[in-house]
């Protein structure tokens, strides 16, 4: 069994669903911080500012409330004032991990027209992007530094103005992940039928992005609507290759038919969904014999007429029809892995048989080996089938015949 388990106790099938969501799923925009508090890291980012400015002393990061707003809130991130304005300071974001797009929004200076520069740096000290802009006139820049199609490679970033005096940085987002994952449940097949336990087999994976969960939940086809899932178990690791993601013990539910939904996750906030059906087995099959009736008189071809079946016939394996004198031993008559609904199950020939007491038996077996057994006394009879001879040597056939052997003075042919 696969991953690490977080908690719980799963019409349409193979169908993968992408559920869209933000690239980018980290995006702060320092609302939940207090003003003057001093903020070093949040979220796989450090904040600093760069060693050595303002003669030898640092400001520290410090989240304001800036004069002229922010693009949302009303709080962002800033650098303490330097020494105490014209030193060189430099906002520096360091990421944890490799990033492909960075974007965050920069405010506009106490004083307009001061120029500003934005540079980002490769893990190897390299620059990868370099702006320069003046800010003022109320205008927040939007800075976007990477593109959907780069590899991971920015690693720092750093902001600084010719003043020591500007607003701030605000709505900071990264960790760019542009595809959902993967979810896929390769078995069991649609309508397949199940037995006490099923085992699903599949692929849960986040190719180019950091994994978040995935989860297996059940639901009955004929649920009325708005019905909730039931999570049979979820898990925090990725599978990335077929293999066996899930096993479901089916003691807790009843006969029928049931979806299962895979949904995975990643650490943005993409999902992707695979769905199918299968059938649940519990009810034993179904034999229902319309002909002949117990205890019926019959000769000759006799039709065994009626159904032999199994829910919708997903789960039914076989049936077996057998004769034998009433307390004797049973010869097989004919075995069929056809459902048979209103219609004939099986022809018996009784034309050589001696008259006497026989029993019809039907055994019907499904795929999870439930099955239905059920047995019709009959009375073998040839006369009950009329005469075809001419026995009182009239010179015809007719009704005489029959009751010349009904009373025992002659036999039909």
């Known amino acids: 069994m696969k991953h690490t388990w977080i908690g719980g106790l799963a019409a349409v099938a193979g169908i993968g669903l992408a559920t869209p969501a933000s690239g980018q799923c980290t995006t702060i925009d320092f609302e939940d911080y207090s003003v003057g508090q001093v903020v070093t890291s949040v979220s796989g980012v450090t904040f600093s500012a760069e060693p050595g400015s303002c003669g030898g002393g640092t400001p520290q990061p410090v989240i304001v409330t800036p004069t002229t707003g ?12 330097g020494c105490p304005d014209f030193s060189p300071d430099k906002l520096r974001l360091v990421f944890s991990d490799l990033q492909r797009l960075v974007t965050f929004t920069l405010g506009e200076p106490v004083s307009p027209g001061v120029q500003f520069s934005v540079r980002a740096y490769s893990n190897f000290g390299a620059l990868v992007y370099s702006r320069m802009m003046s800010c003022g006139g109320g205008v927040f820049h939007y800075i976007r530094i990477g593109h959907e199609s780069w590899g991971p490679t ?20 990264f960790d760019y992940d542009p595809t959902p994952p993967t979810a896929l449940i390769d078995a069991p097949p649609y309508l397949s039928c199940e037995c006490d336990v099923v085992t699903v087999r599949g692929i849960a994976c986040d190719e180019d992005g950091e994994y978040g969960s995935d989860r297996l939940e059940y639901r009955r086809v004929n649920a ?15 599978v990335c290759t077929l293999s066996s993601l899930y096993t479901w013990n089916t003691s807790a539910v009843s006969h029928g038919t049931y979806f299962l939904r895979l949904t995975v996750e990643n650490a943005c906030g993409l999902a992707s969904t695979d769905i199918t059906t299968v059938v649940v087995d519990k009810a034993p099959p179904t034999v229902a014999i319309e002909s002949p009736q117990p205890s ?3 000769c000759g071809e006799v039709q065994i ?8 016939g997903h789960c039914f394996d076989e049936y077996v029809v057998e004769v034998a004198p009433m307390g ?34 039907i055994t019907a077996v499904d795929d999870c080996g439930n099955d239905t057994v059920r047995t019709i006394p009959v009375i073998v009879d040839p006369a009950v089938c009329g005469c075809d001879a001419d026995v009182d040597g009239d010179g015809d056939v007719d009704f005489t015949d ?3 052997v009904l009373a025992g003075w002659g036999t039909c042919s």
């Not at 922010?70 to 004032?81: F, H, I, P, V």
């Not at 007429?305 to 919708?312: A, D, I, K």
């Not at 609904?341 to 018996?348: D, H, R, S």
């Open 70 to 81: 922010t693009s949302s809130g009303t709080r962002a991130l800033s650098l303490q004032a």
């Open 154 to 173: 920015i690693r720092r970033v750093e902001i600084e103005s010719t003043i020591g005096l500007f607003e701030g940085i605000d709505d900071l987002a």
């Open 224 to 238: 009325d609507p708005g019905t909730p899932w039931t999570l049979i178990n979820s898990y925090t690791t990725p």
């Open 296 to 298: 019926a008189a019959v």
């Open 305 to 312: 007429l009626g159904t032999v079946s199994e829910g919708c």
């Open 328 to 361: 004797g031993s049973y010869s097989l008559l004919m075995t069929s892995s056809e459902v048979v609904i209103n219609g004939i199950v099986a022809t018996w020939d009784t034309a050589t048989l001696p008259s006497g007491d026989y029993v019809i038996r």
């Open 402 to 404: 029959l009751l010349t």
